[in-house]
């Protein structure tokens, strides 16, 4: 692929971070996780927030999306907390794993609501995760969100899927088995 940049995903499981070691690995950008469900703020968030813009890395931060949990209290729990600024890379939603028996409907339904209520309040479209094979199996191959940039989690030779054609690609994370100075584990 041409015209690409490296950067990373962090977490709660990744600490502690070293991101100032990234320049030097040639990378450009870090994701973190801010939120999860409609309770968990991230203990290490605001720490790797400040620690990128210190970098002078590109940084944004996502929401993991729990199933069980009302999308309207998941959405205001994030955008209390996520600390937007300006220049950041766009809010992004995690999408994957058991949907707790809803229907790709409901499933849809309730990216919608985090989606949107995201997208109003920092005015801008969310970036949306997930796999070829969970957009396949829980979202029945939607095309309901192809306004919105993907960050596609696809360990093969290329991203095959959600259809490129239709969607805004963003990121292709091609592993979650790399490492890098600085950041402790994969």
Same mark, same amino acid.
Do not use: H, I, N, S
């Given at each position: 692929m041409s015209n690409t940049v490296e950067g990373i995903d962090v977490s709660d499981w990744q600490d502690p971070c070293d991101l100032s070691q990234l320049v030097g690995a040639n990378m450009h950008f870090v994701y973190a996780k801010a939120t999860d469900g409609a309770g968990y703020?991230?203990? &290490?968030?605001?720490?790797?927030?400040? #620690? $990128?813009?210190?970098?002078?890395?590109?940084f944004g931060g996502y929401h993991f999306f729990e199933w069980a949990d009302d999308p309207t209290a998941q959405a205001e729990l994030f955008i209390a907390n996520v600390g937007?600024?300006?220049g950041n890379l766009p809010p992004a939603l995690d999408c994957e794993g058991d949907t707790k028996g809803l229907g790709a409907g409901q499933c849809i339904?309730?990216?919608? &609501?985090?989606?949107?209520?995201?997208? #109003? $309040?920092?005015?801008?479209?969310?970036?949306i995760y997930m796999s070829p094979s969970f957009w396949a199996d829980s979202l029945a191959s939607t095309d309901g969100f192809t306004g919105h940039p993907l960050w596609v989690a696809d360990y093969n030779a290329l991203p095959k899927a959600p259809n490129l054609d239709l969607w805004l690609p963003m990121i292709w994370q091609y592993t979650s088995k790399g490492t890098v100075d600085g950041i402790p584990g994969n």
């Open positions: 703020v991230a203990t &290490t968030y605001k720490q790797k927030q400040a #620690d $990128a813009y210190a970098a002078g890395l590109m937007m600024q300006r339904q309730a990216m919608e &609501t985090w989606l949107t209520m995201v997208g #109003d $309040a920092f005015g801008r479209f969310p970036v």
